[in-house]
């Protein structure tokens, strides 16, 4: 089976405050994603990784930074949490290769910012 | 950018009853389309996906159907299930340069008994 795994189910962080959520997978796979995930809006792409040290911008990278050291980690990076961050984080993580195969999700993150 | 419009919103049906969902998608060169369906609480998952050599793929009660030239595609679910009461997630994906995912805005999906 395929796991992602967020460090954390439940953030609640100050205005302000770095934040780190962390996401590992253990599939070997290339691609990593974080989502931000609100009611009415779907799943909203935050940043992409393809490879290590890798990373390319989603729709709403504002606010948000990334790390990606090792293949099997992605990490979002809140540089000055705002209470407008306050959502549902989903990692994700698929492999590169054609076909192309589905993506897998970890347990989501719900961080909110007072 | 790329962009994925996924409607309805909500829909509400009798169980036993079929269900439609409709996706557009902006990107042309787009050949990934999966569907994910998340339950109260729980991670998405993939239900079913299709390519884009292929115009319909189906699954016992669910099915997708693809229309290229109008970047169109479509989740279809008969003899629905109180179960299938969940949001349902439309994506793309192209792999000619990036395997970005991008969804659509979800549609929360109410079976009634």
């Known amino acids: 089976d395929v796991k992602v795994t967020q460090s954390s189910r439940y953030l609640v962080k100050r205005t302000g405050e770095k934040v780190f959520l962390e996401c590992v997978q253990d599939?070997?796979?290339?691609?990593m994603f974080w989502y931000r995930q609100d009611p009415g809006l779907g799943l909203r792409l935050i940043y992409f990784?393809?490879?290590?040290?890798?990373?390319e911008k989603g729709d709403i990278p504002e606010g948000y930074s990334v790390s990606r050291e090792k293949k099997e980690r992605f990490s979002l990076i809140l540089e000055s949490a705002s209470t407008n961050q306050t959502s549902m984080y989903l990692c994700?993580?698929?492999?590169?290769?054609?076909?192309?195969?589905?993506?897998?999700f970890g347990q989501g993150t719900r961080l909110t910012v007072v | 950018g790329e962009n994925v419009e996924q409607h309805p919103s909500t829909l509400s049906v009798q169980e036993g009853d079929s269900a439609v969902i409709k996706c557009t998608y902006s990107d042309s060169a787009s050949n990934y389309f999966p569907w994910y369906k998340q339950e109260l609480g729980k991670r998405p998952q993939l239900i079913i996906d299709?390519?884009?050599?292929?115009g319909e793929k189906k699954d016992q009660r669910i099915a997708v159907t693809l229309n290229k030239t109008a970047k169109h595609f479509s989740l279809h679910i008969t003899e629905t299930q109180p179960e299938d009461s969940a949001v349902y997630f439309c994506?793309?994906?192209?792999?000619?340069?990036?395997?970005?995912?991008?969804f659509g805005s979800g549609t929360r999906l109410l079976v009634r008994p």
């Open positions: 599939m070997d796979h290339e691609n």
């Open positions: 994506a793309a994906s192209r792999t000619d340069s990036s395997y970005k995912l991008i």
């Open positions: 994700a993580s698929s492999p590169n290769g054609a076909p192309i195969t589905e993506a897998f």
């Open positions: 990784s393809y490879d290590v040290k890798m990373k």
């Open positions: 299709i390519r884009s050599n292929v």
